[in-house]
């Protein structure tokens, strides 16, 4: 057998593991991932486990601490830096919120985005624009035609002074990449506080979140990890909780010593709230796990771009299709048709082809999230997409 044909069967086997690409072509992991049977039965039998042993007494109390000592010390070692610097979250939006709200902001502070963030995200930055004055600017990344390029516009809106700069390492309309290290690096000269979405990066690029050095990182499990929805980690910076403080305050919070002003927990566990689904991070553990025993993070990362530029290649020849991004260095395959309805052709190609992708609202556009065992759902929307644009 050549490797080529033994990383076929080897894919075919892998792919077995995952109940929802046995009877589709699932190509929407950026907005949410599929999760392996053995994620599933992770969860179900660590609920079963609480039921059978609590839900809560001492022993119960243990394993919590037991399982969120542990998601924090996986998530470490295939994200960088130490466990203490991680929060459990439910997804990245919340990440970006605990950073957004957690400055003292003032009337006519400035706050930056990007013109490309997520509309949760957005919505957010707006709602505190409101309740506080906060002044929102925004920098047009999705203009940029290469990395300098971006350098040059963000660094041009930090001359506006503000506060925070929040961006996504990853765009999640059109793909794009930007260099998180560099410009968490002018924010840092600039004394502005960085928030980095990374939504769309986590389970995708090779993260070291240290090396980045980031204020906050918000990741989620739920869509390139294959975790279950509601699940979510927070890188933050060590020494940035003197800048970032948290906003709800429970009793995961802070150091439970019965004191009438009890002090908050070292690190970022000072960001967690309360009760949360704890069976759940025994899924995301065995998520995380079932990639990494696939292959390391560098390798799938290689292969995701791989798939992604083999599918570009492939549609790009089709008429009116025009991509979104200049360069293809991500998991989305982000582009346009023109002269036809975006909605129409998901619609079409998930009613008659059983294939899964979505459309962006802004911009307009088609998004196909390709991950590392992608193969044969990306050849087969290209297939379905050429038949689709061929018949109108």
């Known amino acids: 057998m050549s490797a080529s044909q033994d990383q076929t069967s080897t894919l ?13 072509h699932y190509l929407n992991f950026g907005a949410q991932g599929v999760m392996s049977e053995k994620t599933l039965t992770a969860i179900q039998e660590s609920y079963q486990f609480v039921q059978d042993n609590g839900p809560l007494n001492n022993r119960m109390f243990g394993w919590i601490v037991s399982q969120a000592a542990g998601i924090k010390e996986l998530i470490a070692k295939n994200f ?33 985005l990007t013109d490309s963030e997520h509309n949760g995200v ?58 998180a290290k560099r410009l968490v690096d002018l ?8 928030v980095v979405d990374g939504a769309q990066s986590a389970g995708v690029l090779p993260l070291d979140l240290e090396e980045i050095g980031a204020d906050v990182y918000a990741m989620t499990g739920h869509k390139w990890l294959g975790g279950p929805e509601g699940v979510g980690s927070m890188y933050v910076r060590p020494n940035a909780t003197e800048l970032i403080q948290p906003t709800f305050v429970g009793w995961r919070s802070t150091v439970y010593d019965g004191s009438e002003n009890p002090p908050f927990l070292d690190g970022a566990a000072r960001f967690e709230l309360a009760t949360s689904p704890f069976p759940l991070l025994a899924g995301l553990a065995e998520a995380i796990t079932l990639h990494n025993t696939f292959a390391e993070k560098e390798a799938r990362y290689n292969r995701i771009v791989s798939l992604a530029r083999k599918l570009r290649d492939e549609i790009s020849s089709l008429p009116d299709v025009e991509f979104l991004s200049a360069e293809q260095n991500s998991s989305l395959v982000s582009f346009t048709v023109k002269n036809h ?52």
């Open 12 to 24: 075919i086997e892998f792919r077995k593991q995952f109940s929802a690409l046995q009877n589709k």
């Open 80 to 112: 960088g830096g130490q466990p203490v610097s991680y929060a459990i979250t439910q997804n990245a939006t919340e990440g970006c919120n605990i950073g957004l709200w957690g400055l003292d902001w003032q009337p006519g502070d400035r706050l930056l």
């Open 122 to 179: 957005v919505a957010a930055a707006k709602q505190l624009s409101a309740r506080r004055g906060v002044i929102l600017d925004y920098c047009e990344v999705s203009k940029a035609t290469s990395e300098q390029s971006v350098l040059e516009k963000v660094e041009a809106s930090l001359k506006l002074k503000p506060r925070m700069f929040l961006f996504s390492h990853v765009l999640w309309n059109t793909g794009a990449v930007l260099p």
């Open 187 to 194: 924010c840092r000269a600039a004394s502005c506080i960085s």
């Open 341 to 392: 309805s975006h909605g129409q052709i998901v619609k079409s190609l998930e009613e008659n082809f059983k294939i899964t992708v979505r459309t962006i609202p802004c911009p307009d556009c088609i998004r196909a999230s390709i991950h590392y065992f992608s193969d044969a759902d990306a050849e087969r929307f290209a297939a379905g997409l050429a038949e689709i644009l061929a018949a109108q």
